[in-house]
């Protein structure tokens, strides 16, 4: 699985379920934190529509982690302050480069879970949605009721 579409499974995921995920990995082998969970600060990078250029916004607060499993090396960068949730994400990363994550199926499904919550969101915002192309085929009239003096 492609490292952006994981993580985008993982952080949109409710933390109970990553930690879940990430015991069933550590009943099973041994986890080496390499680098504890720490918030920081990252620049929010943006694309100026007029110009497409690119510029920073601001920044965020994130979390990130790295972990080692046998070997391979997992790592996690998580919006936000949640310390255990990005180090169970680092977990199941360092499982899934190892090649010993066995539930794949169920990152699956939360994809597709995912996937729906976000068609129903993006339906109901459309409902609601204004069409001013009407207003831009009317054309102005002369009102000659108006006399100039």
Same mark, same amino acid.
């Given at each position: 699985?492609?490292?952006?579409?994981?993580?985008?499974?993982?952080?949109?995921?409710?933390?109970?379920?990553?930690?879940?995920?990430?015991?069933?990995?550590?009943?099973?082998?041994?986890?080496? #934190?390499?680098?504890?969970? &720490? +918030?920081?600060? %990252?620049?929010?990078?943006?694309? *100026?529509?007029? $110009?497409?250029?690119?510029?920073?916004?601001?920044?965020?607060?994130?979390?990130?982690?790295? #972990?080692?499993?046998?070997? &391979? +090396?997992?790592? %996690?960068?998580?919006?936000?302050? *949640?310390?255990? $949730?990005?180090?169970?994400?680092?977990?199941?990363?360092?499982?899934?480069?190892?090649?010993?994550?066995?539930?794949?199926?169920?990152?699956?499904?939360?994809?597709?879970?995912?996937?729906?919550?976000?068609?129903?969101?993006?339906?109901?915002?459309?409902?609601?949605?204004?069409?001013?192309?009407?207003?831009?085929?009317?054309?102005?009239?002369?009102?000659?009721?108006?006399?100039?003096?």
């Amino acid at each position: 699985m492609e490292k952006k579409r994981l993580t985008k499974i993982l952080a949109k995921a409710d933390r109970a379920v990553i930690a879940a995920l990430s015991a069933r990995v550590i009943k099973a082998h041994p986890i080496v #934190v390499i680098k504890e969970p &720490a +918030k920081t600060l %990252a620049m929010i990078k943006m694309r *100026d529509p007029v $110009k497409q250029g690119m510029f920073y916004i601001g920044e965020v607060i994130v979390c990130e982690a790295i #972990v080692e499993l046998d070997g &391979a +090396k997992g790592m %996690a960068v998580n919006m936000g302050d *949640d310390t255990d $949730k990005t180090l169970n994400m680092a977990i199941i990363d360092a499982a899934i480069n190892k090649g010993v994550f066995d539930d794949m199926d169920e990152l699956l499904s939360l994809e597709k879970n995912q996937e729906n919550v976000l068609r129903r969101e993006n339906a109901m915002h459309l409902k609601t949605m204004v069409n001013f192309s009407s207003m831009d085929e009317e054309v102005p009239q002369d009102d000659s009721s108006f006399k100039k003096t």
